[in-house]
């Protein structure tokens, strides 16, 4: 259930972020340049193929070069400062849920890591519990067949 909510959360940060780059160009002046807004899109478009399969790194990577590309357009001059600033707080969104999403898919990922080693430890421990019973016995039945030369073994 959480990893549905983080992969809605992340849908629809990704969805604003995309939203934002699009009607950047229906504002007079030119607050985005149509070159630098499908530059931008197909980035995000990029960050979103590879957060919905689940490559959050890869997503995360991606959208740091389309956090650098939003950099360079703004410093040529291609987007208005506050159309950038728009833009880099939608990224900043967007990076945060990769961010928890990460770090969710990791510590999932490092518990199941704990629950194999203990189940592991658990199996070993009871191979060496059946093979000390089994040693025992087969002492038992070794010290059973002594010949204690008329005496009593006990003594």
């Known amino acids: 259930m959480t990893r ?30 149509q070159s630098a807004a499908e530059q931008l899109q197909a980035g995000i478009a ?14 995360q990577t991606q959208l740091d070069t389309v956090q650098d590309q939003l950099r ?13 600033s728009d ?3 939608a990224i900043s969104l967007v990076s945060g849920d990769l961010t928890e999403a990460i770090d969710a898919a990791n510590a999932a990922a490092d518990a ?20 000390a019973a089994e040693a025992a016995a087969e ?9 204690c030369k008329g005496k009593d073994c006990n003594d």
Request: glycine share 4%; proline share 1%.
């Open 72 to 84: 360079t357009l703004a410093a040529s001059g291609q987007m208005t400062a506050e159309r950038a």
């Open 112 to 131: 199941a890591a704990a629950a194999d080693a203990r189940a592991a430890a658990a199996a070993q421990a009871k191979a060496d519990a059946r093979a």
């Open 4 to 33: 549905i909510r983080a992969r809605f959360a992340l849908a629809l940060a990704t969805l604003s972020l995309t939203a934002i780059a699009l009607t950047a160009c229906a504002g007079t002046p030119v607050q985005l340049e």
């Open 87 to 89: 833009i880099q707080s």
């Open 139 to 147: 002492a038992a039945k070794r010290d059973q067949g002594k010949d």
């Open 46 to 59: 990029e960050v979103t193929t590879s957060a919905a399969s689940g490559d959050l790194n890869s997503a």
